[in-house]
Every structure is written in C-alpha cells, then in structure tokens.
Antibody, heavy 123, light 111 residues
Framework: EVQLLESGGDLVQPGGSLRLSCAVS????????MTWVRQAPGKGLEWVSA????????YYADSVRGRFTISRDNSMNALYLQMNSLRAEDTAVYYC????????????????WGRGTLVTVSS | DVVMTQTPLSLSVTPGQPASISCKSS???????????LFWYLQKPGQPPQLLIY???NRFPGVPDRFSGSGSGTDFTLKISRVEAEDVGVYYC????????FGGGTKVEIK
C-alpha cells in the first residue's frame, strides 16, 4: 500500500525557514518523480516543486524559485522541501505527491497524495 | 503558464441525477508523444485530492464507472452518470504538459 506522510509544518515568522519532510512507503521511491503541491486555507491547489527520481533534475514554480529547495534521499525513502525567506502568502497545507508513471524525468500526473502538513507564516 | 478554467464554480445535484464539469485550457494539452496530459481529481472534505481520471478518459483503478472523462485539445469534460452522496467535494482538473496547473475547482453538493 502506497503511503506518504508529511511532517515539519509549523508556525514561523515572516522571513523564517522551515524544512518539510515526506516519508514514503509501499513503492520504490527512486523509480518515481515526486511533487509538492500546496493549498492555502479555503483555496485551490497550487503546484510548488517537483524532482526527478534520481534527484538530478528539479522544477519550481515562479512563486518559490530561489527561496525553496526540493531534495530527496532515496535510501531513506524520503522527500524534502527546504523553505527559506517565508512570506505570509506561503501559508498553506503542503502535500507530498507521487508521480503516476515511473519515468527517468517527470511525468507530472499524480496518483497518490499525503494528508499534508500545515505551514503558517505569521508574526 | 497554462491556465485551466473550470465551470461551473459549484453544482447542486439530486442523488441519482447526472452531473457534468467543464475544463478548458489556454493551450492544447496534446503532447508530441500522442498523449493528452489532463487529469481529474476529487478532494473530499478534510481529505487530500484523489485521482479519478488520467490522460483525459482513463479511470484510475478503483474509481467507479459512473465517472467518465472526455475531450481533446483544450476542452475537457468530467461526467458523473448518477451522483451519489459520497461524490460530494471539490473537483479539480489539472494539466501536466507544462509544469502543473490546476483549475479553480468545482464544488459538488447534494440537494
């Protein structure tokens, strides 16, 4: 059974940093690209970042490029999102998500999502 | 960026009646590999999204056959042949031909 479990969400002040983690099980992590998607309270879904199965290629939304860094440790079955220079508009539930198709790059379509972790940026 | 526009914003449906949601993209989602990268998700209250349909019309394993997807190019539709109480939530379309973008969502409720 595929499972994704996010952690690391917290209340942080504007300008602060946070590192999110996603522990995965039930599939071979290295075979799939992974994605972070966020959802502001009461709002829709927004793609944040993605990373290829090997970790060699990363992708970022314009809204987070230069502030967020996605990474993975396939040996630890873990995905990460380092978030720096946080802003109020980064407040959201952050979901870790698995690519639907096993490729060497990034398919994009998502089949499984974690339950999310809440990041609140406020003074 | 590829903009995804969903209509309607909300839908109130009598159980057993059909429902239809439209999704339009600002550019064609047909890739040179022949696939069209359009997906449908349902986010039930208090839950993460769940995949219903991939590549326009393919039901994800375990998805009831009352859900169907159709369309091509820039115009797509999700249909529920007979709405059930468990179908309530927000439906999103998503494209992955150019990064990922989501439609604004369609909230489905039961009358």
């Amino acid at each position: 059974e595929v499972q994704l479990l996010e952690s690391g969400g917290d209340l942080v002040q504007p300008g602060g940093s946070l590192r999110l983690s996603c522990a995965v099980s039930g599939f071979t992590l290295s075979s799939y690209a992974m994605t972070w998607v966020r959802q502001a309270p009461g709002k829709g879904l927004e793609w944040v970042s993605a990373i290829s199965g090997s970790g060699s290629t990363t992708y970022y939304a314009d809204s987070v490029r230069g502030r967020f860094t996605i990474s993975r440790d396939n040996s630890m079955n873990a995905l990460y999102l380092q978030m720096n220079s946080l802003r109020a508009e980064d407040t959201a539930v952050y979901y870790c998500a698995k690519d639907f198709v096993s490729t060497s790059s990034w398919y994009g379509g998502i089949d499984y999502w974690g339950r999310g972790t809440l990041v609140t940026v406020s003074s | 960026d590829v903009v995804m526009t969903q209509t309607p914003l909300s839908l109130s449906v009598t159980p057993g009646q059909p429902a239809s949601i439209s999704c339009k993209s600002s550019q064609s989602l047909l890739h040179s590999d022949g696939k069209t990268y359009l997906f449908w998700y349902l986010q039930k209250p208090g839950q993460p999204p769940q995949l219903l349909i991939y590549e326009v019309s393919n039901r994800f394993p375990g998805v009831p056959d009352r859900f169907s997807g159709s369309g091509s190019g820039t115009d797509f539709t999700l249909k529920i042949s007979r709405v059930e109480a468990e179908d309530v939530g927000v439906y999103y379309c998503m494209q992955s031909i150019q990064r990922l973008t989501f439609g604004g969502g369609t909230k489905v409720e039961i009358k």
